[in-house]
C-alpha cells in the first residue's frame, strides 16, 4: 500500500513562505515522477510542481521564480519551499506520485492534501 502524507500547510500573509513536505511510504519513489498539485476553491485541480522521471523539474508558470520543489530520497521526502505568496496561492496542495500526465491532474497515487492560505 502506497501512502503519502503533506504537512506544511497554514496561514500565512501575503509576502511570506511556508515549506510543504510530503513523505512517502510503503514504496521508493526515487525513480518515479513526483510533484504537487492545487486545488483552489472552486476551481479544478492544477498542476503546481514537478520532477520527471528524469529527475528534471517543471514548474506552473504562475509559481515560477517563487517555489522551489526538492527532494531528499534518503528520507522519500518530496518538499515544496514557497515563497512570494500571493492570495491567489490560497489552495489546498496535494502531494502525487508517478504522475501520468501533469496538464489533468493525473497520478497514481495522491496524498489526502494540505491547506495553504495567504492572506492579503
Known amino acids: 500500500q502506497v501512502e503519502l502524507e503533506e504537512t506544511g500547510g497554514g496561514l500565512v500573509q501575503a509576502g511570506g513562505s511556508l515549506r510543504l513536505s510530503c513523505a512517502a511510504s510503503?514504496?521508493?519513489?526515487?525513480?518515479?515522477?513526483m510533484g504537487w498539485f492545487r486545488q483552489a476553491p472552486g476551481k479544478e485541480r492544477g498542476f503546481v510542481a514537478r520532477?520527471?522521471?528524469?529527475?528534471?523539474?517543471y514548474y506552473a508558470d504562475s509559481v515560477k521564480g517563487r517555489f522551489t520543489i526538492s527532494r531528499d530520497n534518503a528520507k522519500n521526502t518530496v518538499y515544496l519551499s514557497m515563497n512570494s505568496l500571493k492570495p491567489e496561492d490560497t489552495a489546498v496542495y496535494y502531494c502525487?506520485?508517478?504522475?501520468?500526465?501533469?496538464?489533468?491532474?493525473?497520478?497514481?497515487?495522491w496524498g489526502k492534501g494540505t491547506l495553504v492560505t495567504v492572506s492579503s
Open positions: 502525487a506520485a508517478d504522475i501520468q500526465s501533469s496538464a489533468s491532474a493525473s497520478a497514481n497515487y
Open positions: 510503503g514504496r521508493t519513489f526515487s525513480n518515479y515522477g
Open positions: 520532477f520527471s522521471w528524469s529527475g528534471n523539474t
